[in-house]
C-alpha cells in the first residue's frame, strides 16, 4: 500500500477544524514534500519525523513521499501534526496496518530521538475532534489530563512513537490519563483587607455584579490597586461554557497549570506598563496569539498606573471592550479571540503623584491635565463605573478589621444581582446588564419612566453625557436596583448610575 490517511486537528485561533492527514508513496528520487499551507514548523516536521521514526527502530521508505493536510486551503501551524504524519507515513509504507486508527484523532511533537512532547492547544483541538464525531483521540502524555476534560471522549496517551506503533501492530496498551482531583478553593485576597473607602467598595460590587468596567482615580495609598486584585473574590466562579472557553485561550498560549483542571475561577491579569499592542491584544507572525484581554477573557484586566501605558496601546483595547472579542488580521489569514473582560483601569491624579493628594501637589494644572489626557475620551466614554478615591484617613487604617465585609459576603450579593440579571435577560441571550444593547433598554417593556430618567436626558441634551454614556447609566441602575433585590431601577438608583459613572459620588 502506498497511500494512508490520518486524523488530526488545526488552529486557527480558539477554532479546531479536522484536518486529515494524507501521505503517498511514490517511485522516485528520494524527497518529502508538505502541501496544505503549512508553516514554517510544519515544514520542518519532515526532518523531526524522519529522525524519530528511524531513532524508533522503523526503516524509513526511500521514496518520493507526498504529504498533503486537508482541507488544503485552511492554513496549519505548529508540530502537533508530527505523531499524526508519522502515522501515515509509515502506514503508506506498508509497515504499519492503520485499521486500528481509523477515525482516531492523533495530536503531538515529536523529538528527534521519538519521544513525544506536549503540544498547545489540545483542549480546543479535542473540542473540535468532539464537535466533528470523533470520539477517540490519541495524545501526549503530558496533555492527557487537559484532553480528558470534554465530556464523551475516550483519550488515550503515549510517550514514545514507539509506543503508538506497537499499539497499532501488536495491540499493546496505550496510557491511560492521569485521574485528576479538583482543586481546592484558592483564598486570595480578600475585600476585608481594604481599609475604608466605602464608595470604592460600593463601585467595585457594582462593577462585578454587573460586569461593568471600572476606572480608580486617587492618590498613592487609597487603595486602587488593593482594590482590582480583590475584584476577582467577589465573582461567581465560571460554569462550564465559560471555564471551557477560558481553558482553552490559556491552552492556545501555553499557559495551562499543570494538572489539566478546567480553571474556574475568572482569570486575572494585570500586564505592565511597557506592555506593547501585541502583548495586550494579540499578535505574533503565523498564527497570532491571544494577548493579555483574551487570556481575561471572563475575568479581569487590570492597568494600574494606566496613564502610563503606551497611547496605541490604550487606543487598541476599545474595539475589544465594546464588542466582546478581538479580530486579528495578518497576511496568512483572520484570527479571532473572545475578550470579553472587565477592564479596570487605576490612576494617580498627576505625574507627581504625593501621597497627600492637591495639598501637597507640585504639578501645574496644564500638567495634570495633560497626564490624565493620556486616558482618551473615547477610552474613558466605554468605562461605564469612574469614581475619584479620597486618601486614607489614619482613623480608617488603624480600625480593627471586624467591621469590614469580607469578600465572601459582598460575593453572595453579587452572585444574586447576576442570576436576577440573567433570569431577565434570558430571552435576549444576555446574562449581565453590561452586555444588554442599549436599544432594548430604550424600548418598552425595559425603558424606564420619563420622570426617572429626568436628569440623565438633561445631561444628555447639555453634552455633558454621549449617547454611549446614557446607555450605560441606565446599565448600572439596573444592577443597583439588582443589588437591592429590586424589580426595576427607580429615580434615586439613576441618580446614583450617574454620580458612579461621573464620578461625581460623594
Request: hydrophobic share 45%; charged share 20%.
Amino acid at each position: 500500500m502506498s497511500y494512508a490517511k490520518v486524523l488530526c486537528v488545526g488552529l486557527v485561533g480558539v477554532t479546531g477544524h479536522l484536518v486529515e492527514v494524507e501521505a503517498d508513496l511514490a517511485a522516485g528520487l528520494p524527497a518529502v514534500v508538505i502541501s496544505g499551507l503549512p508553516d514554517t514548523a510544519l515544514q520542518e516536521a519532515r526532518d523531526r519525523v524522519r529522525a524519530a521514526v528511524v531513532n524508533s527502530g522503523q526503516r524509513w521508505p526511500n521514496r518520493r513521499i507526498t504529504l498533503n493536510l486537508l482541507p488544503a486551503t485552511l492554513p496549519k501551524f505548529g508540530s502537533a501534526f508530527d505523531l499524526a504524519i508519522a502515522a501515515a507515513l509509515l502506514g503508506g509504507s506498508g509497515e504499519l496496518p492503520l485499521l486500528p486508527l481509523e477515525k482516531v484523532v492523533v495530536l503531538g511533537e515529536l523529538g528527534l530521538d521519538g519521544t513525544v512532547r506536549p503540544v498547545r492547544g489540545v483542549l480546543p483541538m479535542v473540542a473540535a475532534a468532539a464537535r466533528a464525531g470523533i470520539q477517540r483521540v490519541i495524545v501526549p502524555v503530558a496533555n492527557a489530563a487537559e484532553a480528558a476534560v470534554i465530556p464523551g471522549m475516550c483519550v488515550r496517551a503515549v510517550d514514545t512513537l514507539h509506543r503508538l506503533v506497537t499499539f497499532v501492530r501488536e495491540g499493546a496498551p496505550l496510557i491511560d490519563p492521569p485521574t485528576v482531583a479538583p482543586a481546592p478553593p484558592g483564598a486570595g485576597p480578600d475585600l476585608a483587607d481594604v481599609a475604608g473607602q466605602e464608595l470604592g467598595r460600593r463601585a467595585l460590587e457594582v462593577a462585578a455584579a454587573g460586569g461593568h468596567h471600572l476606572a480608580l482615580l486617587g492618590p498613592p495609598g487609597a487603595g486602587k490597586t488593593m482594590l482590582a486584585e480583590r475584584l476577582p473574590s467577589i465573582l461567581p466562579e465560571l460554569d462550564d461554557d465559560a471555564a471551557l472557553e477560558v481553558t482553552a485561550l490559556h491552552s492556545i498560549a501555553g499557559l495551562l497549570p499543570p494538572g489539566g483542571r478546567l480553571l474556574r475561577r475568572p482569570p486575572f491579569q494585570a500586564p505592565h506598563h511597557t506592555a506593547t499592542v501585541p502583548s495586550l491584544v494579540g499578535g505574533g507572525s503565523g498564527l497570532a496569539r491571544p494577548g493579555a484581554v483574551s487570556l481575561a477573557h471572563r475575568g479581569v484586566l487590570f492597568l494600574d498606573e494606566a496613564p502610563e501605558f503606551s497611547k496605541g496601546a490604550l487606543e487598541a483595547l476599545r474595539q475589544p471592550l465594546e464588542h466582546g472579542r478581538v479580530q486579528l488580521a495578518r497576511s496568512q489569514g483572520g484570527t479571532e479571540y473572545p475578550a470579553r473582560t472587565q477592564l479596570v483601569l487605576a490612576a494617580n491624579p498627576c505625574p507627581c503623584a504625593k501621597p497627600a493628594g492637591d495639598a501637597y501637589c507640585e504639578c501645574s494644572p496644564v500638567a495634570r491635565r495633560r497626564y490624565l489626557g493620556r486616558l482618551s475620551g473615547p477610552l474613558l466614554d466605554r468605562i461605564d463605573v469612574q469614581v475619584r478615591l479620597p486618601p486614607v484617613r489614619a482613623a480608617e487604617l488603624m480600625a480593627a478589621d471586624g467591621g469590614r465585609e469580607p469578600s465572601a459576603v459582598v460575593a453572595r450579593r453579587v452572585a444574586a444581582a447576576r442570576g436576577a440579571a440573567a433570569e431577565r435577560w434570558a430571552g435576549l441571550g444576555h446574562r449581565l446588564n453590561a452586555e444588554v444593547p442599549g436599544p432594548h433598554l430604550r424600548r418598552s417593556p425595559w425603558r424606564l419612566p420619563a420622570r426617572d430618567t429626568a436628569e440623565l436626558r438633561a445631561r444628555l441634551d447639555s453634552g455633558s453625557l454621549s449617547a454611549r454614556g446614557f446607555d450605560r447609566v441606565i446599565r448600572l441602575a439596573w444592577t443597583i436596583a439588582d443589588l437591592d433585590g429590586r424589580e426595576r431601577p427607580d429615580r434615586d438608583d439613576v441618580r446614583e448610575a450617574i454620580q458612579l459613572r461621573t464620578g461625581d459620588a460623594t
